[in-house]
């Protein structure tokens, strides 16, 4: 079965204040599209976890445990980590522990917590025909 870890930042560390942030965005909605997400991914018949760090390194250690945890098919990096300039350190944090904790999956990026599966779905496109082949 296709495994899928989506990493983001928890939604209640979030600094909502930050002006590149859109306008009413908040925690509750964060977390919504986190349901979303997971469901769309069970929809494809994926299995999907979730993996919702702190900004800080803690954060880097809950990411290295569930990367050592599991052998994920495509780890989904959410939009949060990488579109605020404050975040850019986070960022590189969890890409690099990504590549060294998963350095067989592939690598995609959502631009917001609902569109997570079709992020996965564009770079295993041709990992899950390969599979299907091979059944």
Known sequence: M???LFVGQKPE?????D???QPGFDADKINAGIAI???KI????WQGDTCMISPDAAGGAI????????VYDCVVIGGGLRLLPKS???????VNLV???????AIAFNTRPEDTAEAAARQLGGLEGQRRAEL
């Open 88 to 94: 850019l350190g986070l960022f590189e944090m969890v």
């Open 13 to 17: 560390t979030v600094d909502f204040s």
């Open 19 to 21: 002006p590149s942030l």
């Open 2 to 4: 296709t495994r899928i």
């Open 42 to 45: 069970r929809e494809r018949g």
């Open 37 to 39: 997400a997971v469901d």
């Open 99 to 105: 590549h060294k904790g998963a350095p067989n999956a």
């Open 63 to 70: 990411l290295e445990a569930a990367l050592r945890g599991e």
